[in-house]
């Protein structure tokens, strides 16, 4: 179990580490890493559970990022998108799971406007010919601030808004 730990850990690092690394580089850089990622997924090498767990500081940071990285945003919705829909080996093959952002870091639901990051992961995933479900409606309606609600009382028609 403490192996088992161990390995997710590690993989956990790996995202960390390659997210923050393309973040504030060329979007050439964010597909050479999305390759990688998409073999060590799919060979087993790095969980999705990692994925998910390595997420967490780049989500928390991201809008600090965007001030000397203006794509970051964009960059960090397309892999996130790209990891929705991805079949890794393992575990049950699941791909990342939306819910995860109702367990963001804290600073990221309070103060990195998380509905209108999650409008644009969506937009991602709507480009690669998925469609918007009731669990990410109910997941954005969530973490949005009273404001967004009274703003966009129809969450579904917002999220699918160009």
Known sequence: DTDVNAVKERGAAVVDGGISL???RKESDVTKFMLVMKECLAQGK???ESVAMGLRDPLEFLRDVEIDAPLA???MARMIA???TATPQ???GKALSFSLFLQAPEYFKTDGRPAEFLKQV???YKNMDNTIVDEHVDVVSQLMTEEERN???DIR???ESP
Do not use: I, Q, R, Y
Request: net charge negative.
């Open 22 to 24: 393309v973040l504030e």
């Open 46 to 48: 790095v969980s999705m």
């Open 73 to 75: 945003s964009k960059f």
């Open 82 to 84: 790209e990891w929705m």
């Open 90 to 92: 393992g575990e049950d």
């Open 122 to 124: 969506l937009a991602s």
């Open 151 to 153: 703003t966009h009382t």
């Open 157 to 159: 028609g917002w999220l």
